[in-house]
């Protein structure tokens, strides 16, 4: 708690500590919704200056020696925050939380703009984008956001297709399903075809369908030798499936997606992490992975 000098007037407070605004850290790479632009932010701080600040923000413990003004780190509520400041309040109402992990925090942020849906595709896949690199599995992620697997699903895919095609998907152009068929397809050239197509379409009106191949009926105890894109599809469809696996890498390997080394560091990985010695095949003595 801190106090306030009684000539400064502060809008009505919901319950919480009263925290120095200046000594909250709140860095935009972190929060889901990325950087807020201040001067859209001019009419909500309007509004909160003459109606109040409703909700608390949630702040938790900071401490870095290159940055020791700060004592805390925004969990929710940069929005809240950043009105804060072009009001220029000394202080905000806080909920401080010091029993939360990196992955509890993240899921906090996230948790709270979903709810309010304030975020398109393209910002929720990146806020899951931690989790996926820290190894979550799509149960996991989806539970841990109270969402549907297929949802965690496409933010998934969203977060590998080209910068340019993710553009569209924040435009709010492409649906989970049609994002999902182009996450299949094989090869950028094809994906860039199919996105160029569908925005054509919707601009005359028209049916996007004729964009995506018709299923077919396939032959399901054949044996033969698999084509590139092939691979590719049935990699896929085990990355929607399982998520990131080392079987995934094998796949995008026999594709020609990845190099000999990027699959040998993975099964170096994974032979570790199972507490074997890793023994690289003949010819490949020479590597180094560190």
């Known amino acids: 708690m801190v106090e306030v000098d009684s000539e400064v007037k502060l809008p009505l407070m919901p319950p919480g500590d009263l925290i120095p605004v200046a000594e909250i850290y709140a860095p935009s790479d972190w929060n889901c919704r ?99 690199e820290a190894g979550w599995t799509q149960e996991m992620i989806a539970s841990e956001l109270d969402q549907p697997k297929g949802w965690v699903g496409v933010r998934q895919a969203i977060l590998k297709l080209e910068p340019e095609i993710q553009e569209v998907i924040a435009a709010g152009l492409l649906t989970d399903e049609q994002i999902m068929k182009i996450s299949r397809l094989p090869g950028k050239t094809a994906r860039f075809e199919a996105v160029k197509g569908i925005k054509e379409a919707k601009e005359r009106g028209e049916s996007t369908a004729a964009f995506f191949k018709k299923s077919v009926k396939r032959n399901p105890i054949a044996r033969k030798r698999r084509t590139p894109a092939e691979i590719l599809e049935m990699n896929g469809h085990l990355y929607d499936m399982l998520g990131p696996s080392l079987a995934t890498r094998f796949g995008a390997w026999c594709a020609g997606e990845i190099t000999d080394f990027d699959l040998l560091r993975e099964i170096r990985k994974a032979t570790r992490e199972s507490g074997r010695e890793y023994v690289p095949p003949d010819g490949y003595e020479h590597l180094r992975f560190e």
Do not use: S
């Open 34 to 132: 990325g950087k807020i632009n201040a001067a859209e932010i001019v009419p909500f701080a309007q509004k909160l200056q003459h109606e109040g600040l409703l909700q608390a923000i949630v702040i938790m413990p900071f401490n870095d020696p290159a940055r020791p003004q700060y004592k805390w780190r925004a969990v929710a509520g940069f929005r809240r925050l950043m009105a804060a400041r072009v009001n220029k309040w000394p202080v905000i109402a806080c909920n401080i939380r010091t029993d939360l992990t990196e992955e509890k925090a993240r899921a906090i942020n996230l948790k709270e703009n979903l709810d309010r849906k304030d975020l398109n595709k393209l910002q929720e896949a990146h806020g899951i984008k931690h989790f996926v």
